[in-house]
């Protein structure tokens, strides 16, 4: 339909061409064709025998693939090539300068795909082609645009230009055991039919309605109007039903024919700014084909158009309007501002939803319309109409199904005897619960993507499992080579990620230098009091310290007792008499005011002022005391002679360390602490009796473990604490084969 559509619309702009009096004066516009019947050979040999004829121009190779041959003969002989139909984003002006594309380049359509795909939120694509020039360079510039928005294309099907109905079916059917439903189709015409039929897609003949596509888009304009209404005459005259559509009717119009016609009237006005500027239609002899005279093909005969380069730099420098729009090149010899239609199939019509342009990217209104507005990024405005989906749904297709080949994705998960909130083992039912199963499932549900997985459980539960018994299951196949550990950190790991102390145990992000810490004894509190005297006596410290800070309470009040009486004996007779008298007023009226109000007026205002300051006193010295006393009863200090990680390591003193954990090696390989010093800890009872016996009883010194297990183990037992800097070490991560596609 290209070729046939094209063929009129060349012929109705020769016509006008012609028939305009103001362009290229005396001289005509004639054009040869020739029928290549969509054969990509037949098409490169009609072109050496145009070029046998003192050819200045060429206009059509409809395919890419003879887009690319056709231009290394124009490149030698300097005949400027005109296209309307070759998109191919590689035919690009450094390898190919006498090549002028006179429609818009595939790397924008591909970059509206890609922007659809954002817009609906979609990660996977799966790519149907054709497998030549046209379709692979096509995908390969979509794979770039789908990555700018961090998408990608899952998975390649290629198809053969003339593939058959069978090898369509096949490809179909690869493609519907992959996990991605978003499929971009990006063949030929005739082609995208065959692919499209519903009998390959479905048992159901409607499924291909909703699907969406793209149409180049031509803003409206009189010159088009004109062009439709003569395109409408022209083709209801043609008689004869090789040239009607299936239904017997007059064949439409495609954006190609719209493209063909503005292609004339380019290479028309550039021909006629050629000869304003004097140019001349001569030609010269090809040295080098000259030489090779043998054979049937009469190389010889074709001569290098000497007014090439002035006729190339005419038609670059077109500054006008088509039926299309502007006819102007940029400086990568692309027509400015490209645009698409956004097509919803809907029964046998289409809906338009949008429209897409390299500078507003996706709107419901018409590119045109938003030129005016300046806007420096469209990302944050993309909207569109909505879209009747395949199943005849508004509801967006989440774009991803269960693959039917995808394989388990099998993890490894410790059945641990110790610190099982973080992971239990079911017994019976075969599931695992705790923190980090509840970690990994709220993930999974947020992937936009499904993930099937089985958790394989190593160990038997009544101890904790060694990582060596889990690098053996991989080894042999039992897990798979992308499984999920939490604790293989002490050993060779593809990931680089640096465990936070706290990050997966709370999720805090702003601590980013934790590992392992150190948890030591409290040996002595403050007070003298040793560890099994510690709350007792601290208690009595608080109890002492109570009883002095209520008697200084008392002096405060008896001296405030004492300004008040200086201040008001002179107009009060109830505070004169003698100095015992007076005395004893000072005593009780200090005790009694724990317990009563006095209402005794103030006789000055001096004594008042005295009274209010004292008032202010006393709430500080309460809210004083009431600081003091929580810090005593809350904040124990400890002692110890254990500082930290590397005094511990000099001590010489027994450490403890959970059983199967990599700490052991960590602590004797990279440590250097003798075997003979490690203690192995199954429990968090024995981490207890470990510590509070003590190394002089049997016992340790310190624990050395992971941060999450220790704040664990300290949640309930407040005599330990964490003592010493954190100190990093390789954080939780994934162990598989290094030839892993993973």
Request: glycine share 8%; charged share 20%.
């Amino acid at each position: 339909m290209i070729g046939r559509v094209a063929k009129f619309a060349i012929d109705a702009a020769v016509e006008d061409v012609n028939s305009d009096p103001l362009l290229l004066r005396e001289t005509k516009l004639k054009v040869m064709m020739q029928d290549t019947k969509t054969n990509e050979f037949l098409g490169i040999v009609e072109a050496f025998r145009f070029m046998e004829n003192d050819t200045v121009a060429i206009i059509g190779p409809q395919f890419s693939v003879m887009a690319h041959v056709i231009s290394h003969v124009a490149n030698e002989l300097q005949v400027p090539l005109l296209s309307f139909a070759a998109i191919d984003s590689t035919l690009t002006p450094p390898q190919f300068p006498f090549f002028v594309r006179t429609t818009h380049s595939d790397a924008f359509q591909m970059a509206a795909v890609a922007d659809l795909v954002g817009y609906y939120e979609w990660r996977d694509v799966v790519a149907i082609y054709v497998d030549d020039d046209f379709g692979t360079n096509g995908i390969s510039k979509l794979g770039d645009k789908l990555a700018e928005k961090r998408c990608k294309i899952s998975y390649k099907a290629p198809l053969r230009s003339k593939a058959s109905k069978e090898e369509i079916r096949r490809t179909l059917i690869q493609v519907s055991n992959t996990e991605s439903r978003i499929i971009v189709i990006h063949v030929y015409p005739s082609l995208g039919l065959e692919v499209l039929e519903p009998s390959l897609l479905s048992e159901k003949s409607d499924d291909i309605q909703g699907v969406l596509t793209l149409r180049m888009h031509t803003p409206d304009s009189q010159l088009k109007t004109r062009f439709l209404s003569k395109w409408t005459n022209l083709t209801s005259s043609i008689s004869g039903s090789s040239n009607l559509g299936k239904n017997g009717s007059s064949f439409g119009l495609n954006t190609y024919g719209l493209y063909a016609y503005d292609s004339v009237w380019l290479l028309a006005t550039a021909l006629n700014s050629f000869l304003d500027r004097k140019g001349n239609f001569s030609f010269s002899n090809d040295s080098s084909l000259t030489e090779m005279r043998e054979g049937n093909m009469r190389l010889d005969s074709m001569r290098i158009f000497d007014g090439g380069n002035l006729l190339l730099q005419n038609i670059v420098n077109v500054d006008t309007t088509g039926v299309t729009g502007p006819l102007v090149f940029n400086s990568d010899m692309d027509l400015i501002d490209p645009a698409y239609q956004v097509i919803n199939i809907i029964g046998s019509g289409i809906n338009t939803i949008g429209y897409w342009s390299n500078s507003s990217g996706l709107s419901t209104l018409r590119p045109e319309a938003l030129q005016h507005k300046h806007s420096t990024s469209h990302n944050s405005s993309q909207q569109l109409s909505g879209v009747l989906w395949p199943g005849k749904t508004t509801h967006k297709p989440r774009g991803w199904v269960f693959p039917n080949n995808g394989k388990q994705l099998r993890i490894g998960v410790p059945n641990r005897f110790s610190f099982n909130q973080f992971i239990w083992h079911v017994d019976g039912s075969g599931g695992f619960t705790g923190f980090c199963i509840d970690v990994f499932m709220a993930a999974v549900e947020q992937l936009q993507y499904g993930v099937s997985y089985k958790f394989i459980p190593y160990g038997d539960g009544r101890t904790n499992p060694s990582t060596n018994e889990l690098l053996k299951m991989v080894t042999k196949g039992v897990i798979s080579d992308h499984t999920f550990e939490k604790e293989i950190t002490g050993y060779a790991l593809t990931t680089d990620l640096r465990r936070s102390c706290g990050r997966h145990h709370n999720h805090d992000e702003s601590n980013e230098n934790g590992g392992f810490h150190t948890t030591i004894h409290r040996i002595r509190a403050s007070g003298g009091c040793s560890d099994k005297e510690a709350q007792p006596k601290c208690m009595g410290v608080s109890e002492a310290f109570h009883s002095h800070d209520v008697e200084r309470h008392r002096c405060f009040l008896a001296n405030r007792r004492r300004s008040y009486l200086d201040l008001g004996a002179p107009t009060n007779d109830n505070f004169r008499g003698p100095p015992r008298k007076q005395l004893v007023t000072i005593i009780w009226f200090s005790f009694s005011t724990l317990f009563s109000t006095h209402r005794e007026k103030t006789g000055s205002t001096l004594a008042r002022f005295v009274l209010i300051v004292w008032l202010f006193v006393v709430l500080v010295l309460n809210s004083s005391y009431k600081a003091s006393l929580t810090s005593i009863l809350t904040v124990e200090q400890l002692s110890s002679s254990v500082k930290g990680i590397e005094s511990l390591v000099t001590s010489g003193q027994s450490i403890g360390y959970t059983t199967g954990s990599f700490t052991e090696n960590y602590l004797t390989e990279e440590l250097g602490v003798p075997k003979s010093r490690l203690v192995p800890l199954k429990s968090q009872l024995d981490y207890e009796k470990a510590l509070k016996d003590g190394p002089s009883h049997g016992g340790i010194a310190a624990v050395v473990d992971e941060r999450p297990y220790m704040e664990l183990f300290l949640s309930t037992r407040c005599e330990f604490s964490i003592v010493g800097q954190d100190f990093t070490k390789m954080g939780w991560g994934f162990v598989k084969y290094l030839s892993s596609i993973l």
